[in-house]
């Protein structure tokens, strides 16, 4: 089930507030966070109802409780997983996901919305993508999702949900879509900035990005990042490496207007760490970028702000 229409790139996994060392830092940059809000205007009181509803939705598949993950369903309503198999009611529809949960036991899965059509006051659909995590050790796996979503008695509850593949991309395709991101990136948080520089090496197989962090004291940290196909597992990689001395591997799949990727790592002294960050891109010279489900070891750590990243004019 492993979907593979995935676009590498960049960005921040090794900047501070992500991996290390000041992973457990936040963005807070108040002129940042009002840009990123102004970029990504607000949707309707339906809209916000439905994506409360969709976070609820993938907080109790989470919890693998397939009675109470049915309940989000109206009683007739349907599932259609990807192969086309239609699973009507809510008593098949626990039945159903009694056994996935049995089969896997840790699964989770992340829900990325890409848009929401309001038809009437009681019904709208919902286009986006499902990041599917069979278990914290193995590649997530993405597919598109449709939802019917229809208004009860007050409450929004699922008609019709229907899973479909993403079609496979091809290595030239993959590469020929980081080309926007060669050239210089900056940013700046609390007074911290960060630049980097994008470059193609290895006959233009990898993007190379360059990072340097100037801190408030005037010292600096530069790491380093590298993103390309990985042709034994079809899908774009990207690999970073940070000051100090922590490492981390991307897995990326492209949503609508940007990317996303889950990332696994370890820092300098040896603590596991994970995140799925999200990047939407603005126009050839802007992006926001956020970071979602971060951990470090054990340890949960709140979402970042959206941060906007903004191309550095040629000098």
Known sequence: MRRNV?????FWLVFPGLFNPALSQQPNNKAAA???????????????????????????FNKRDAKQFALFWVPQGEYIDESGETVVGREAIESFFTKVFEKKPEVSVQLITESIRVLSDSVAVEDGKAIVAPSPTEDPEVSQYTTVH???????LIGSLRDSFVETDTEPKVLSDL?????DWGSEEN???????????ANNRFVERAYTTTQLDGSTTTGVQIIGW????????????????GHAVGVWSAIEGGWLSKVTGTTGTGESTMAVN?????????????????????????????????RIPSR
Do not use: M
């Open 6 to 10: 995935i676009l590498g790139c960049v």
């Open 191 to 201: 007074g911290v900035r960060s630049e980097s520089h994008c470059r193609w090496i």
């Open 34 to 60: 009002e840009s990123a809000s102004a970029a990504t205007p607000k949707g309707s009181e339906t809209e916000d109802s439905i994506a409360k509803q969709v976070a609820s939705f993938a907080s109790a």
């Open 150 to 156: 229809l208004k009860v008695d007050g409450k929004w």
């Open 179 to 183: 080309e926007w991101l060669i050239g």
């Open 230 to 245: 990985n042709a034994q597992t079809n899908q774009v990689q990207s690999w970073n490496f940070s000051p100090d001395g």
């Open 278 to 310: 999200v990047l939407k891109k603005l126009d050839d010279a802007a992006y926001v970028w956020q970071s979602i489900q971060r951990t470090v070891g054990d340890t949960p750590l709140p979402d970042t702000d959206e941060v906007i990243v903004r």
